[in-house]
């Protein structure tokens, strides 16, 4: 049975896809919510609100891909969209007073930093050959 996962990893590798595509998608439907996070230094916000959503989507699609060289490359192409998010997450730690919204407050905002190296090692895993 090598190379064959647990259960409940099999279905974490199959609903990485269908996740990134639909939360780029949240990016043309709430584009305010994602400008609001967003660092001040940068500009045109909704401009790269979209880019980051058709990333995720572009990303997602490709890992429901038959093709093991795309799936590869779709996960590679994700974990350089978190990368590039990252500043937001940040952002939003460094300032927890803009967003009071947030459950749990800045200790919330500090722990999604680390997580999203657990995204990362999702999507890679769900763009490996067996997945």
């Known amino acids: 049975?090598?190379?064959?996962?647990?259960?409940?990893?099999?279905?974490?590798?199959?609903?990485?896809?269908?996740?990134?595509?639909?939360?780029?998608?949240?990016?043309?439907?709430?584009?305010r919510i994602y400008e609001a996070i967003m660092p001040d230094y940068l500009p045109a916000r909704r401009g790269l609100v979209y880019a980051s959503g058709v990333a995720e989507v572009i990303g997602g699609?490709?890992?429901?891909?038959?093709?093991?060289?795309?799936?590869?490359?779709?996960?590679?192409?994700?974990?350089?969209?978190l990368a590039a998010v990252f500043p937001a997450n940040l952002h939003m730690a460094l300032n927890p007073e803009r967003y009071p919204q947030i459950p749990g407050g800045r200790p919330a905002l500090y722990a999604r930093l680390p997580f999203q190296l657990v995204f990362a090692a999702w999507v890679l895993a769900a763009s490996r050959r067996d997945a």
Not at 4 to 10: A, D, F, I, S, T
Request: cysteine-free; hydrophobic content about 55%; charged content about 15%.
């Open 1 to 31: 049975m090598k190379g064959k996962l647990p259960g409940v990893l099999r279905v974490l590798k199959l609903i990485a896809g269908p996740f990134f595509v639909a939360a780029g998608l949240l990016h043309f439907v709430k584009p």
């Open 61 to 81: 699609a490709g890992l429901l891909h038959r093709s093991p060289a795309v799936r590869r490359w779709s996960g590679r192409w994700l974990v350089a969209t």
